[in-house]
């Protein structure tokens, strides 16, 4: 039974185009997270949001939008797409922030706009 | 700015030895600190976490040191195992932070 599911694992779209990334998670934790692992494999936060606030990370393009129907759910919706864009998206989720914050990854999402 | 760094990307040791893997970080306000393996094609999976307040945790064969002067930690695998063959993240965190922190991974290769 998958902890953190994410999908589709893998998703090749044209420039322009507007595509979703599922998560949902089933551990009951407060707390979901969006990583891109870029090509030079850095796993870097894009959000976390926990039941009560969105962070959200500066750096990340508007046009990268997380959404949150429930707790168990984020998904990260993205315009406009571009070719830099193409990366591995992570999707996790942890009791918390600080020290509660072991995360539990999904599977990931590879990204390629062509 | 990347805050935690493994600046070794890759690693190979022969089954049966010692493998080490280290990770430096430049934030001092982090106190707990975790590793992650990771399998092709999965996501990261924790492995393993030790807290500012100790200097060593052990789990079977895995064991993190942490040495907090020298902003350094360690990653030790005795004895190493074909299956451990994996990318290895270091993380961070400190108690007010909203999310980890992650190094660039190094790639660990046992040999048979």
């Known amino acids: 039974d998958t902890a953190v599911s994410q999908t589709p694992k893998y998703l090749v779209t044209q420039m322009g185009n507007d595509k979703s990334i599922k998560c949902e998670q089933n551990l009951g934790h407060d707390t979901m997270y969006w990583y891109k692992q870029d090509s030079k494999k850095f796993l870097k936060i894009m959000f976390s949001y926990n039941n009560k606030e969105l962070i959200i990370n500066e750096t990340v393009p508007n046009r990268f939008s997380p959404k949150s129907p429930d707790k168990a759910h984020l998904n990260l919706h993205i315009n406009s797409l571009e070719l830099g864009d193409s990366a591995v998206y992570f999707c996790a989720s942890s009791w918390g922030a600080g020290t509660n914050a072991e995360a539990f990854f999904g599977q990931g999402t590879r990204l390629t706009v062509v | 700015d990347q805050q935690v760094k493994q600046n070794s990307p890759s690693l190979s040791v022969q089954e049966g030895r010692i493998s ?93």
């Not at chain 2, 975790?34 to 990261?44: D, N």
């Not at chain 2, 451990?84 to 909203?98: E, L, Q, R």
């Not at chain 2, 922190?101 to 040999?111: D, S």
């Open chain 2, 20 to 112: 080490i893997l280290n990770c430096d970080y430049t934030n001092s306000m982090f106190d707990y600190f975790l590793w992650y393996k990771k399998y092709p094609a999965e996501g990261p999976t924790f492995l393993i976490s030790i807290s500012s307040i100790k200097d060593k945790n052990e789990d079977g064969r895995f064991t993190v040191f942490l040495n907090k002067s020298a902003k350094h930690l360690s990653l030790h695998i005795v004895p190493s195992q074909p299956g451990d063959s994996a990318v290895y993240f270091c993380a961070a965190i400190w108690a007010g932070a909203n999310n980890l922190f992650f190094g660039t991974g190094t790639r660990l290769t046992v040999i048979p």
